[in-house]
């Protein structure tokens, strides 16, 4: 995400929404790259963690990643790699679409991704689940 995606995001009034593009695969496979996601303008008092903040990182990229905890507020990939700090929030995810298809981003599933990346740190100590999951990214 860009420097003129980081200020259309700063000029909406909180609340509003705009759809971003993402690019990566550091939320796989919640979001993929060339997603595009819907994003909530919102501060970070209103985050809680298990959702999926938009963050300004401190090389001034954007990024969509889980919110691990609050204040400070920290944010993670899926498999619970913790973004450097400081860490500025700019909007929450509240839906993407992929092919075509738009999906809100279901209310419950805060609850689950507050443990998806610990679950991540599990599975990757076991080889065949390893194994598995790199198969599942090749062919997603």
């Known amino acids: 995400m860009s420097d003129v995606h980081e200020a259309l995001l700063r ?43 938009v963050v300004k990182l401190p090389g001034g990229v954007l990024a969509a990643h889980l919110v691990a905890s609050l204040a400070p507020l920290r944010t993670s990939s899926s498999v619970g790699v913790l ?18 298809v738009v999906h809100d981003w279901p209310g419950f599933s805060r609850l689950v991704l507050r443990f998806l990346p610990a ?17 599942l990214r090749r062919n997603s």
Request: hydrophobic share 45%.
């Open 83 to 100: 973004d450097p700090l400081p860490l500025e929030a700019l909007g929450r995810v509240v839906g993407f679409r992929r092919n075509g």
């Open 119 to 135: 679950t991540a740190l599990i599975l990757k100590r076991v080889p065949l689940a390893k194994r598995a999951v790199r198969l």
């Open 11 to 53: 000029g909406l009034a909180p609340g509003a929404q705009m759809w971003l593009r993402a690019a990566g695969n550091s939320l796989w496979p919640l979001l993929r790259d060339g997603d595009s996601l819907r994003v909530e303008r919102i501060d970070e008092a209103g985050l809680r963690p298990g959702e999926v903040a």
